[in-house]
């Protein structure tokens, strides 16, 4: 278990190494500005639970008298809905570029309390396990322009840190989330002008974990994966074109007499 957290975490920090020294390189390249923006979202979240040792509980007639290796078992959470909002800041060229953003973004599942770990009997009724998130988010923007609107696909990595927490079920594993996590991201977008260098977007977000977090809770090895689906509706502010005549140089209004 010590290994398998080790190794996680030299994961995470190359993962990051690499994540920042893209970032870096690509703003040193690309110092145009294109725009920034806010938003809000509809979140969809649900919990997957692996448990190590239910082949104990099928294999050796013994560890049924031990009911803590069967706590929780090996099940989907039923999904979990809120909200999220953020702001985002565009740089790069026009096909293609980078979106870095602030975002609060309340994640979880709802779950069902195991109340007979050997006969998997259940409490009956569901409540939610609810953590609330800061992020920062970056994705590489790749745009594709039709008519007056933009389609775009992003993919991108989510740095986490847990502001909030409020669990009620499975608590041994539940309430022992990791600080600062990391999670991968697609999206699609569809932008659409408004007014000006107004324009209005939707987005669609899939957003899994990319490892699992992983749990000993006396014998028992659990490793729990976020899954989570976001809708965001928002604004875009964009960088004024400039016209032809927006130089320095005199403009010819004819001759005066």
């Keep these: 278990m010590l290994k398998q957290k080790v190794y996680n975490q030299l994961k995470m920090k190359k993962l990051f190494i690499c994540f920042f020294l893209i970032l870096t390189t690509?703003?040193?390249?690309q110092k145009s500005f294109k725009g920034f923006g806010f938003f809000g979202?509809?979140?969809q979240s649900a919990h997957y639970y692996k448990n190590f040792d239910t082949d104990k509980k099928n294999n050796d007639s013994a560890f049924k008298y031990f009911p803590?290796?069967?706590?929780?078992?090996?099940?989907?959470?039923?999904?979990?809905f809120n909200w999220g909002a953020g702001c985002f800041l565009e740089l790069g060229k026009e096909k293609l570029r980078w979106q870095t953003e602030l975002e609060y973004a309340n994640k979880g599942a709802n779950e069902m309390e195991v109340t007979e770990p050997i006969s998997g009997e259940r409490s009956g009724s569901y409540n939610p396990n609810k953590y609330t998130y800061i992020q920062f988010n970056n994705y590489a923007k790749f745009y594709r322009k039709i008519g007056n609107?933009?389609?775009?696909?992003?993919?991108?990595?989510?740095?986490?840190?847990?502001?909030?927490?409020?669990?009620?079920v499975f608590t041994p594993f539940s309430a022992d989330f990791p600080k600062f996590w990391f999670s991968g991201d697609l999206a699609l977008g569809y932008e659409f002008?408004?007014?000006k260098n107004?324009?209005?977007?939707?987005e669609y977000h899939w957003n899994p974990d990319i490892i699992a977090h992983n749990h000993t809770n006396k014998s028992t090895i659990t490793s729990i994966r976020n899954r989570t689906l976001e809708t965001r509706f928002g604004l875009v502010f964009r960088k004024k074109k400039r016209k032809i005549d927006d130089c320095n140089s005199p403009i010819y209004k004819g001759p005066t007499y």
């Design 26 to 29: 690509y703003l040193k390249a």
């Design 41 to 43: 979202s509809l979140t």
């Design 68 to 80: 803590e290796y069967f706590y929780p078992q090996s099940h989907i959470s039923k999904e979990f």
């Design 149 to 168: 609107a933009n389609w775009y696909f992003m993919p991108g990595l989510r740095l986490e840190y847990l502001f909030q927490t409020s669990v009620s």
């Design 193 to 195: 002008k408004l007014i």
């Design 198 to 202: 107004i324009s209005a977007f939707v």
